[in-house]
């Protein structure tokens, strides 16, 4: 595993934009892995400012968001087709309709949707660039440390750490779904380049697990150590 080590969250925000602006480059109809929560906001961002720039477009970008909660609306504000378009679909220039793919939090069959969503990654192409964040409990996705690990795209229910976490996103604790779909561990080792992205202290305990080099289910991320093509951007406080 590559490791890059930023002083703060800026750098990691500021590398990280700028290894996606390089795939797009190099392959403008290539396809993107993409997370939500806090720490791609910044990410997001410096994309939107070089897409303004003029150095680089989505016209051809095809992406698939890494998982979804459950039940959830999308005009809910907090669901997650909600935040990536309120924070990046929005406002680039990337066809919404046909090249964005996000989980259906309101599929009435949600064993199809897995399915199929995972049938679309592949007629793809695959990914290409999957970005990572990581949770503080090593979770990638919502692939939540238990005993056995589900390879493909599937349901989850989320544990008590995670909820409280995502709850800070929610009115009340309560509010927070109990269960989302997400990519498996094994559809985010298919894709060829992974990069991860980690902040802050509360992240260190998680990433000195993946860069111990040992591999556990009970911190999915450490699941990344198989895959050759992984890089770490992470700041000095999720270092300590
Ligand atoms: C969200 C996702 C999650 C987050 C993780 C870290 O799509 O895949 O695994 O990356 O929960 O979230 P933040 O960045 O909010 O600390």
């Known amino acids: 595993m590559r490791i890059i080590k930023c002083k703060d969250y800026n750098e990691v925000s ?104 995972e049938e679309a990654i592949s007629k793809a192409g695959g990914i290409d660039l999957q970005v990572l964040g990581i949770g503080q409990n090593g979770h990638i996705g919502f692939n939540e440390p238990a005993d056995y690990l589900e390879s493909n795209t599937h349901v989850t229910a989320l544990t008590q750490s995670t909820i409280k976490a995502n709850s800070r996103f929610f009115n009340d604790i309560e509010d927070v779904p109990k269960q989302a779909l997400t990519t498996g561990i094994w559809t985010i080792l298919k894709s060829k380049k992974i990069i991860i992205l980690a902040s802050g202290k509360a992240k260190a305990k998680a990433v000195k697990e993946l860069l111990s080099g040992k591999i556990t289910t009970q911190n999915p991320s450490t699941m990344l150590n198989v895959h050759n093509d992984v890089t770490l951007i992470v700041d000095e406080e999720a270092l300590e």
């Open 14 to 117: 500021e590398v990280a934009a700028k290894i996606v602006a390089a795939q797009i480059t190099v392959k403008p109809n290539c396809v993107l892995g993409l997370p939500t929560g806090s720490t791609p906001v910044k990410m997001y961002k410096n994309l939107i400012k070089m897409y303004n720039r003029g150095e680089i477009s989505f016209k051809e970008v095809i992406t698939f968001n890494l998982d979804e909660y459950y039940p959830i609306s999308r005009d809910n504000e907090q669901s997650y087709f909600y935040f990536m378009h309120d924070t990046f679909f929005n406002y680039i220039d990337i066809n919404r309709e046909k090249n964005v793919n996000i989980l259906n939090g309101e599929a009435d069959n949600v064993q199809e949707e897995c399915r199929r969503y």
